[in-house]
């Protein structure tokens, strides 16, 4: 048994080595493992979540930074697949009533829009996380998902959209701001990973 031991502890060592120097590619076993990894810290962020409400229009949740990352780094499928999965596991794991769809289309949405932001062809990482994550804010956030819950729970019947927003949704983007904060903060760590997509740099055309 010790023998069979020591002769399968190179190969697994040499698999993993392999997985680590993985390009972060769709399908790929790295991949693969990021988005599971994005998925289950996505969903215990929404647990915490749950503690941190301190009004009725203001819960302080770490989730979008997680779902910025996951864009970012996961492409368009694997950004919104992690906000799908994470968002539905959330709401099976921590039921708060009924699941409204239009809010998983809303959250799932902010993963593919964070990808396709952090494709805009900017050499600044930094720039690229507060762009997805303002551009998240306002149509998922404060668009989609403020929609989804006004009408899903009917406040359409006792107030107009606006005075729905600002009575329970006006905090929204204080809470995108320390997301996107704690992204920024981040990035040093992304980069020694090697998670980040490399910003292409445009070679200086010669004369």
């Known amino acids: 048994m010790n023998n069979q031991q020591e002769i399968a ?25 990021y988005a599971a990894m994005f998925t289950a810290l996505a969903v ?7 503690f941190l409400t301190l009004t009725d229009s203001f819960k302080i949740t770490l989730i979008y930074v997680v779902w910025l990352i996951a864009g970012a780094t996961l492409g368009v499928f694997g950004g ?25 289309l809303g959250n799932t949405v902010y993963g593919v829009i964070a990808a396709l932001a952090f494709r805009i062809p900017i050499k600044s990482y930094v720039a690229k996380f507060i ?14 998902n403020t929609l989804a819950i006004y009408y899903s729970y009917s406040y359409y019947k006792v107030i107009n959209v606006w005075q729905y927003f600002i009575a329970y949704r006006i905090m929204q983007p204080v809470v995108a701001v320390i997301n996107i904060a704690i992204a920024l903060a981040m990035i040093p760590l992304l980069n020694r990973l090697k998670l980040l ?7 200086k055309a010669t004369a």
């Open 9 to 33: 502890t190179p190969d697994d060592k040499t698999h993993t080595r392999k997985v680590r120097t993985q390009k972060l590619e769709f399908g790929t076993t790295k991949w693969l493992t």
């Open 80 to 104: 919104g697949a992690v906000c799908f999965a994470s968002d539905v596991l959330g709401a099976i794991i921590f039921p708060t009533g009924a699941i409204n769809p239009f809010l998983i």
């Open 197 to 203: 997509p490399p910003i292409k740099r445009r070679n």
């Open 44 to 50: 215990v962020m929404k647990f915490i979540g749950q």
């Open 131 to 144: 762009i997805a994550g303002a551009i998240c804010t306002v149509i998922c956030t404060c668009g989609i």
